[in-house]
Protein backbone atom coordinates (compact mmCIF):
# COMPACT_ATOMS: atom_id res chain seq x y z
CA UNK A 1 0.00 0.00 0.00
CA UNK A 2 1.62 3.43 -0.93
CA UNK A 3 2.39 5.54 1.59
CA UNK A 4 2.98 9.77 1.52
CA UNK A 5 4.58 11.98 3.84
CA UNK A 6 2.18 13.62 6.54
CA UNK A 7 3.38 17.73 5.96
CA UNK A 8 7.13 18.10 7.25
CA UNK A 9 7.08 15.07 9.72
CA UNK A 10 9.10 11.62 10.07
CA UNK A 11 5.53 10.29 9.74
CA UNK A 12 4.49 8.04 6.69
CA UNK A 13 1.30 7.11 6.38
CA UNK A 14 -0.63 4.93 4.09
CA UNK A 15 -2.86 6.81 1.92
CA UNK A 16 -5.86 5.27 3.64
CA UNK A 17 -6.30 5.40 7.27
CA UNK A 18 -8.79 3.82 9.58
CA UNK A 19 -11.26 6.04 10.72
CA UNK A 20 -13.15 5.35 13.72
CA UNK A 21 -16.31 7.49 13.99
CA UNK A 22 -19.03 5.03 13.62
CA UNK A 23 -17.63 2.58 15.37
CA UNK A 24 -18.45 4.39 19.01
CA UNK A 25 -21.57 3.70 19.31
CA UNK A 26 -24.69 6.42 20.30
CA UNK A 27 -23.73 9.44 21.11
CA UNK A 28 -25.13 13.22 19.64
CA UNK A 29 -23.85 11.92 16.42
CA UNK A 30 -23.79 8.65 16.39
CA UNK A 31 -24.18 6.06 13.69
CA UNK A 32 -26.95 3.87 15.55
CA UNK A 33 -25.83 0.83 17.50
CA UNK A 34 -22.53 -0.86 16.83
CA UNK A 35 -21.33 -4.41 17.91
CA UNK A 36 -17.89 -3.96 19.53
CA UNK A 37 -16.45 -7.29 18.43
CA UNK A 38 -17.55 -6.15 14.36
CA UNK A 39 -15.44 -2.82 15.81
CA UNK A 40 -12.42 -4.90 16.64
CA UNK A 41 -12.23 -7.22 14.23
CA UNK A 42 -12.38 -3.94 11.62
CA UNK A 43 -9.35 -2.71 12.96
CA UNK A 44 -7.69 -5.69 13.06
CA UNK A 45 -8.64 -6.60 9.59
CA UNK A 46 -7.15 -2.79 8.58
CA UNK A 47 -4.18 -3.69 10.49
CA UNK A 48 -3.60 -6.98 8.29
CA UNK A 49 -4.72 -4.85 5.19
CA UNK A 50 -1.80 -2.60 5.66
CA UNK A 51 -3.05 0.26 6.85
CA UNK A 52 -0.63 2.06 9.43
CA UNK A 53 -2.87 4.62 10.99
CA UNK A 54 -5.64 4.82 12.40
CA UNK A 55 -8.08 8.10 13.46
CA UNK A 56 -10.38 8.45 16.37
CA UNK A 57 -11.33 10.91 19.16
CA UNK A 58 -12.73 11.11 22.89
CA UNK A 59 -16.18 12.41 22.14
CA UNK A 60 -16.80 9.25 19.22
CA UNK A 61 -19.21 7.38 21.52
CA UNK A 62 -17.79 9.20 24.54
CA UNK A 63 -14.51 7.66 24.46
CA UNK A 64 -15.77 4.09 23.21
CA UNK A 65 -13.86 4.75 20.06
CA UNK A 66 -10.64 5.02 22.02
CA UNK A 67 -11.25 2.39 23.94
CA UNK A 68 -11.80 -0.13 21.12
CA UNK A 69 -8.98 0.92 19.56
CA UNK A 70 -7.21 0.18 22.96
CA UNK A 71 -8.60 -3.26 22.97
CA UNK A 72 -7.51 -3.84 19.55
CA UNK A 73 -3.92 -2.76 19.68
CA UNK A 74 -3.90 -5.08 22.29
CA UNK A 75 -4.73 -8.19 20.17
CA UNK A 76 -2.32 -7.14 17.21
CA UNK A 77 1.15 -7.16 16.61
CA UNK A 78 1.04 -4.17 14.43
CA UNK A 79 1.96 -1.11 16.29
CA UNK A 80 -0.21 1.75 14.06
CA UNK A 81 0.12 5.13 14.39
CA UNK A 82 -2.37 6.86 16.71
CA UNK A 83 -4.08 10.21 15.28
CA UNK A 84 -6.81 10.99 17.86
CA UNK A 85 -8.47 14.66 19.37
CA UNK A 86 -9.02 17.14 21.78
CA UNK A 87 -11.11 19.80 22.33
CA UNK A 88 -14.86 18.43 22.93
CA UNK A 89 -16.08 17.37 25.52
CA UNK A 90 -19.96 16.16 26.36
CA UNK A 91 -22.62 16.26 29.16
CA UNK A 92 -25.28 13.87 30.59
CA UNK A 93 -27.28 13.83 27.60
CA UNK A 94 -24.47 12.48 25.39
CA UNK A 95 -24.31 16.54 23.47
CA UNK A 96 -20.69 17.17 22.55
CA UNK A 97 -19.31 20.33 24.73
CA UNK A 98 -16.96 22.46 23.17
CA UNK A 99 -13.83 23.44 25.52
CA UNK A 100 -10.35 24.45 24.73
CA UNK A 101 -9.48 24.97 28.19
CA UNK A 102 -5.66 24.07 28.36
CA UNK A 103 -6.54 21.88 31.46
CA UNK A 104 -8.90 20.88 30.02
CA UNK A 105 -6.66 20.13 26.82
CA UNK A 106 -4.13 18.53 29.11
CA UNK A 107 -6.61 16.33 30.97
CA UNK A 108 -8.42 15.07 28.09
CA UNK A 109 -4.89 14.47 26.54
CA UNK A 110 -4.16 12.09 29.71
CA UNK A 111 -7.45 10.16 28.97
CA UNK A 112 -6.70 9.50 25.53
CA UNK A 113 -3.72 7.88 26.51
CA UNK A 114 -5.41 5.82 29.02
CA UNK A 115 -8.44 4.51 26.77
CA UNK A 116 -6.08 3.70 24.07
CA UNK A 117 -2.77 2.12 26.51
CA UNK A 118 -0.14 4.06 24.70
CA UNK A 119 2.36 6.12 26.01
CA UNK A 120 2.26 8.99 23.29
CA UNK A 121 0.22 10.09 20.67
CA UNK A 122 1.67 10.81 17.50
CA UNK A 123 -0.81 13.23 16.05
CA UNK A 124 -3.03 14.98 18.31
CA UNK A 125 -5.47 16.74 16.84
CA UNK A 126 -7.65 20.48 17.86
CA UNK A 127 -11.54 18.63 17.15
CA UNK A 128 -12.72 22.06 16.32
CA UNK A 129 -11.47 26.03 16.84
CA UNK A 130 -14.18 26.24 19.16
CA UNK A 131 -14.82 28.83 20.89
CA UNK A 132 -12.56 31.03 18.22
CA UNK A 133 -10.75 32.82 21.34
CA UNK A 134 -9.60 30.10 22.79
CA UNK A 135 -7.50 27.78 20.15
CA UNK A 136 -4.62 30.48 21.10
CA UNK A 137 -4.42 29.16 24.41
CA UNK A 138 -5.68 25.54 23.58
CA UNK A 139 -2.39 25.64 21.31
CA UNK A 140 0.01 26.69 23.24
CA UNK A 141 -1.11 24.37 25.61
CA UNK A 142 -0.75 21.38 23.17
CA UNK A 143 2.88 22.55 22.09
CA UNK A 144 3.61 22.22 25.95
CA UNK A 145 2.65 18.21 25.37
CA UNK A 146 4.85 17.86 22.45
CA UNK A 147 7.82 19.13 24.55
CA UNK A 148 7.04 16.93 26.92
CA UNK A 149 6.60 13.46 25.06
CA UNK A 150 3.22 13.00 25.50
CA UNK A 151 2.40 13.68 21.58
CA UNK A 152 4.87 13.42 18.98
CA UNK A 153 2.73 16.11 16.56
CA UNK A 154 0.07 18.47 16.57
CA UNK A 155 -2.45 19.34 14.24
CA UNK A 156 -6.09 20.33 13.37
CA UNK A 157 -9.54 19.81 12.64
CA UNK A 158 -12.13 22.23 10.80
CA UNK A 159 -9.47 25.09 10.59
CA UNK A 160 -9.67 27.97 7.88
CA UNK A 161 -6.57 29.47 6.41
CA UNK A 162 -6.60 32.10 9.32
CA UNK A 163 -7.08 29.97 11.86
CA UNK A 164 -3.93 28.15 10.60
CA UNK A 165 -1.94 31.39 10.46
CA UNK A 166 -3.01 32.47 13.66
CA UNK A 167 -1.77 28.93 15.56
CA UNK A 168 1.48 28.87 13.01
CA UNK A 169 2.38 32.27 15.18
CA UNK A 170 3.11 29.63 18.25
CA UNK A 171 3.72 26.02 16.42
CA UNK A 172 3.41 25.11 13.33
CA UNK A 173 0.42 22.35 12.78
CA UNK A 174 1.44 19.15 11.23
CA UNK A 175 -1.44 18.40 9.65
CA UNK A 176 -4.98 19.95 8.91
CA UNK A 177 -8.05 17.28 8.76
CA UNK A 178 -10.67 18.78 6.44
CA UNK A 179 -14.31 17.39 5.18
CA UNK A 180 -13.47 16.86 1.98
CA UNK A 181 -15.38 14.25 -1.10
CA UNK A 182 -17.15 14.83 -4.28
CA UNK A 183 -20.12 16.28 -2.76
CA UNK A 184 -18.18 18.95 -0.66
CA UNK A 185 -15.17 20.22 -2.58
CA UNK A 186 -14.86 23.87 -0.69
CA UNK A 187 -11.08 22.61 0.35
CA UNK A 188 -9.97 22.96 -2.43
CA UNK A 189 -10.27 26.73 -3.19
CA UNK A 190 -7.88 27.95 -0.13
CA UNK A 191 -7.16 24.94 1.99
CA UNK A 192 -5.15 22.42 -0.12
CA UNK A 193 -3.03 25.48 -1.82
CA UNK A 194 -2.26 27.08 1.68
CA UNK A 195 -1.59 23.35 3.24
CA UNK A 196 0.73 22.76 0.07
CA UNK A 197 2.52 25.88 0.24
CA UNK A 198 3.39 25.44 4.09
CA UNK A 199 4.18 22.49 4.42
CA UNK A 200 1.05 20.88 6.07
CA UNK A 201 -0.64 17.36 5.13
CA UNK A 202 -3.67 17.52 4.84
CA UNK A 203 -5.94 14.31 6.11
CA UNK A 204 -9.65 14.38 4.33
CA UNK A 205 -12.56 12.85 6.27
CA UNK A 206 -15.58 12.03 5.17
CA UNK A 207 -14.39 11.00 1.74
CA UNK A 208 -17.86 8.86 0.63
CA UNK A 209 -19.95 11.38 2.67
CA UNK A 210 -21.45 9.11 5.49
CA UNK A 211 -21.64 6.08 2.64
CA UNK A 212 -23.53 8.22 -0.09
CA UNK A 213 -20.61 7.50 -2.14
CA UNK A 214 -20.64 3.64 -1.26
CA UNK A 215 -23.14 2.94 -3.77
CA UNK A 216 -25.05 1.10 -1.33
CA UNK A 217 -27.14 3.33 0.00
CA UNK A 218 -30.78 3.85 -1.26
CA UNK A 219 -34.50 5.52 -0.12
CA UNK A 220 -34.97 1.72 1.74
CA UNK A 221 -32.36 2.08 3.56
CA UNK A 222 -32.26 5.98 5.16
CA UNK A 223 -35.82 4.86 5.96
CA UNK A 224 -34.04 1.79 7.80
CA UNK A 225 -31.23 3.98 9.78
CA UNK A 226 -31.74 3.90 13.11
CA UNK A 227 -33.57 6.38 15.36
CA UNK A 228 -30.70 8.05 16.65
CA UNK A 229 -28.22 7.84 13.54
CA UNK A 230 -26.95 11.40 12.99
CA UNK A 231 -27.39 10.93 9.14
CA UNK A 232 -30.97 11.27 9.48
CA UNK A 233 -30.62 15.07 10.77
CA UNK A 234 -27.84 15.66 7.93
CA UNK A 235 -28.37 17.96 4.85
CA UNK A 236 -27.02 15.64 2.35
CA UNK A 237 -29.38 12.86 3.44
CA UNK A 238 -32.94 15.26 2.73
CA UNK A 239 -34.58 16.20 -0.92
CA UNK A 240 -33.83 17.00 -3.22
CA UNK A 241 -30.38 16.62 -2.57
CA UNK A 242 -30.49 13.27 -1.41
CA UNK A 243 -32.41 11.83 -4.46
CA UNK A 244 -30.03 13.77 -7.25
CA UNK A 245 -26.65 11.73 -5.37
CA UNK A 246 -28.35 8.67 -5.67
CA UNK A 247 -28.73 9.58 -9.72
CA UNK A 248 -25.09 10.60 -9.75
CA UNK A 249 -23.98 7.53 -8.10
CA UNK A 250 -25.49 5.25 -10.35
CA UNK A 251 -23.30 6.73 -12.96
CA UNK A 252 -20.77 6.94 -11.04
CA UNK A 253 -20.32 3.09 -10.48
CA UNK A 254 -20.35 2.33 -13.98
CA UNK A 255 -17.13 4.07 -14.57
CA UNK A 256 -16.12 2.55 -11.52
CA UNK A 257 -17.13 -0.86 -12.68
CA UNK A 258 -15.04 -0.62 -16.20
CA UNK A 259 -11.87 -0.86 -14.09
CA UNK A 260 -12.96 -3.37 -11.84
CA UNK A 261 -13.83 -1.63 -8.93
CA UNK A 262 -16.74 -0.08 -6.74
CA UNK A 263 -17.91 3.12 -6.30
CA UNK A 264 -16.49 3.64 -3.02
CA UNK A 265 -13.09 2.68 -4.11
CA UNK A 266 -13.77 5.21 -6.51
CA UNK A 267 -15.06 8.14 -4.34
CA UNK A 268 -11.48 7.37 -2.26
CA UNK A 269 -9.16 7.96 -5.19
CA UNK A 270 -10.97 10.52 -6.18
CA UNK A 271 -10.06 12.51 -3.04
CA UNK A 272 -6.08 11.03 -3.30
CA UNK A 273 -5.77 12.37 -6.81
CA UNK A 274 -5.03 15.53 -5.51
CA UNK A 275 -1.12 15.77 -4.87
CA UNK A 276 -1.96 17.91 -1.63
CA UNK A 277 -4.28 15.17 0.30
CA UNK A 278 -1.52 13.28 2.16
CA UNK A 279 -4.19 10.22 3.15
CA UNK A 280 -8.28 9.52 3.41
CA UNK A 281 -10.09 8.71 6.29
CA UNK A 282 -12.04 5.68 5.50
CA UNK A 283 -14.33 4.33 8.24
CA UNK A 284 -15.60 1.09 8.60
CA UNK A 285 -17.89 -0.54 11.05
CA UNK A 286 -17.24 -4.56 10.01
CA UNK A 287 -14.18 -6.15 8.97
CA UNK A 288 -15.85 -6.30 5.30
CA UNK A 289 -15.68 -2.73 4.22
CA UNK A 290 -12.55 -1.85 5.11
CA UNK A 291 -11.22 -5.03 2.94
CA UNK A 292 -12.86 -3.31 0.35
CA UNK A 293 -12.44 0.21 0.89
CA UNK A 294 -8.35 -0.30 1.48
CA UNK A 295 -8.05 -1.31 -1.92
CA UNK A 296 -8.64 2.44 -3.14
CA UNK A 297 -4.85 3.48 -1.41
CA UNK A 298 -3.19 1.67 -5.24
CA UNK A 299 -6.40 2.76 -7.47
CA UNK A 300 -5.01 5.77 -9.53
CA UNK A 301 -7.89 7.17 -11.10
CA UNK A 302 -7.37 7.71 -15.34
CA UNK A 303 -7.10 11.38 -16.46
CA UNK A 304 -10.16 9.84 -18.40
CA UNK A 305 -11.82 8.65 -15.51
CA UNK A 306 -11.19 12.40 -13.49
CA UNK A 307 -12.43 14.12 -16.62
CA UNK A 308 -15.33 12.32 -17.03
CA UNK A 309 -16.59 12.28 -13.09
CA UNK A 310 -15.56 16.52 -13.32
CA UNK A 311 -18.39 16.80 -16.01
CA UNK A 312 -20.97 14.44 -14.05
CA UNK A 313 -20.39 16.48 -10.78
CA UNK A 314 -20.65 20.14 -13.13
CA UNK A 315 -24.59 18.15 -13.87
CA UNK A 316 -25.36 17.29 -10.51
CA UNK A 317 -24.58 21.08 -9.56
Same mark, same amino acid.
Given at each position: ????????????????????????????????????????? @?? !????? %????????? $?? =???? +?????????????????????????????????????????????????????????????????????????????????????????????????? @?? !????? %????????? $?? =???? +??????????????????????????????????????????????????????????????????????????????????????????????????????????????????????????????????????
Amino acid at each position: MQKRRLGDTELLLTAVGLGTWAMGGPWEFGWGPQDDEEAVA @AI !LAALE %RGINWIDTA $PV =YGLG +HSEELVGQALKQTRHKPYIATKCGLLWNDRRQKVPCLDPQSIRRECQASLERLGIETIDLHQMHWPDPDEGIEAAWEEMARLVQEGKVRYIGVSNYSV @AQ !LERVG %RIHPPASLQ $PP =YSML +HREAEAELLPYCAQHQIGIVAYSPMQRGLLTGRFSRERLAALAPDDHRRRHPDFQEPRFSATLELVERLTQIAQRSGHTCAQLAVSWVLRRKEVTAAIVGARRPDQIDETAQAADWNLSDDDIEEIERLLAERL
